[in-house]
């Protein structure tokens, strides 16, 4: 689809066409940024590049979700606000010139259907997407965890938005029936079997993010608070990572009651992650669902960043026969939530949560069934 609209637009073949996948978090929600741990995996929805080289130093890029063309110069690379949506290519290809990677310029074309503003990671799948076309374009064969911070510098330096490092990474490096564990420390990571008789179940509330940006930033203030007030009391804690629950009970007088709630739900998300992947590599799909299910109301009551569409989501998916866990996904305030069930009783799942979603709230939910898919790394 993007090749030929390539060859339409610009009248000749691309050279290159690459694929970078959106996510889903299966558990390890807000814990990135806090040097904890996450269960991501890429979905089979993405965001394809096709383009090819020019001789002179002009990009010109045209995206087909916006059906709308800009184009700018390697040598003048600055944030366009009319062309907004073109801010994370801009973002990437000036962090890689000012790494000393020489580009030339190039026609792109871009589009897929990865929903924006839904939680899934668009603009991840724009930056590694980008990344990724200007690495094999040129033949510039990036390391790919410097593939992922960059596209990760893109979102936070460029663009502003002060993401953590999951959803950059898990497009770039997710595998086909796969999640990824991935420890945000250090960046070490495995790939984890999905079993093929479950489904990854993503309804997506309809509910943009409103309060996302704002909210997302009021937590990381609070986490490095959190932080520096435990380690007040003479405990060794460089990041939420380092904390034991017992070091709450130690610090539960220092800390404020909003400050060691949203410490708690950081101090068990991790201690959810590590369980979770032991469970999913013994095969124990109903104790992986229990702790989709607790993440949720921690994420609802301790961390607070649920929202009304998204609890109701998720506890009518519980009620459902063959859910295993449900839970939100992503930043919250809006967007998706992720099921896991069992595969004969995926398609009976989705209808139902729509239809108590609708009979809730009188609102439409869109439900994907998704197959754990390759990064745009992979291969
Ligand atoms: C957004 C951010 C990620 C992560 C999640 C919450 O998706 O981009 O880095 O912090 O929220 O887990």
Same mark, same amino acid.
């Given at each position: 689809m993007t090749e030929q609209s390539f060859q339409k637009i610009f009248g000749a073949p691309a050279e290159v066409v690459v694929r970078a996948p959106g996510r889903v978090n299966l558990i390890g929600e807000h814990t990135d940024y806090n040097d904890g741990f996450v269960l991501p995996a890429a979905i089979d929805r993405a965001i394809t590049f096709a383009g090819r080289r020019r001789s002179d130093r002009t990009v010109r890029v045209h995206s087909l979700d916006f059906q709308a063309s800009t184009e700018f110069s390697l040598d003048d690379l600055q944030k366009d606000k009319e062309h907004s949506w073109s801010n994370y290519l801009r973002g990437v290809t000036k962090f890689l010139e000012e790494d000393g990677h020489r580009l030339t310029g190039a026609d792109v074309v871009f589009g897929g259907? @990865?929903?924006?503003? +839904?939680? &899934?990671?668009s603009s991840a799948a724009v930056e590694v997407g980008t990344t990724a076309f200007w690495d094999r374009l040129l033949g510039l064969k990036l390391d790919p965890v410097y593939v992922v911070r960059l596209s990760r510098r893109a979102e936070n330096e460029f663009v502003g938005v002060p993401c953590g490092i999951m959803d950059q990474f898990i497009s770039a490096l997710g595998r086909r029936d796969h999640a990824l564990f991935l420890?945000?420390?250090?960046l070490s990571y495995r790939h984890v079997p999905l079993r093929s008789d479950v489904k990854i179940l993503v309804c997506n509330s309809? @509910?943009?993010? +409103?309060l996302a940006q704002s909210e997302y930033e009021v937590r990381l203030k609070q986490c490095r608070q959190a932080v520096a007030q435990i380690a007040s009391?003479? &405990?060794? @804690?460089?990041? &939420?990572?380092?904390?034991?629950p017992a070091d709450l009970e130690t610090a539960h007088d220092t800390l404020s009651e909003i400050l060691l709630r949203r410490a708690r739900h950081v101090v068990s998300e991790n201690a959810r992650v590590l369980e979770a992947v032991r469970v999913l590599e013994e095969g124990d799909l109903d104790r992986f669902g229990e702790l989709m299910n607790a993440s949720h109301e921690s994420l609802r009551?301790?961390?607070? @960043?649920?929202s009304k569409e998204l609890d109701v989501l998720v506890e009518t998916a519980w009620k459902?026969?063959?859910?295993l866990g449900a839970r939100m996904t992503g930043a919250g305030f809006g967007g998706c939530t992720v099921n896991l069930v069992r595969a004969e009783a995926a398609e009976a799942a989705a209808e139902a949560i729509k239809k108590g979603y609708q009979e809730a709230l009188g609102l439409k939910a869109e439900v994907y069934i998704c197959q754990a898919s390759d990064g745009a790394l992979a291969g």
């Open positions: 259907d @990865v929903p924006r503003e +839904a939680g &899934l990671s420890d945000c420390r250090d309809g @509910v943009k993010r +409103a009391t003479g &405990l060794a @804690v460089g990041s &939420l990572r380092d904390v034991e009551d301790d961390y607070e @960043v649920s459902q026969p063959g859910v």
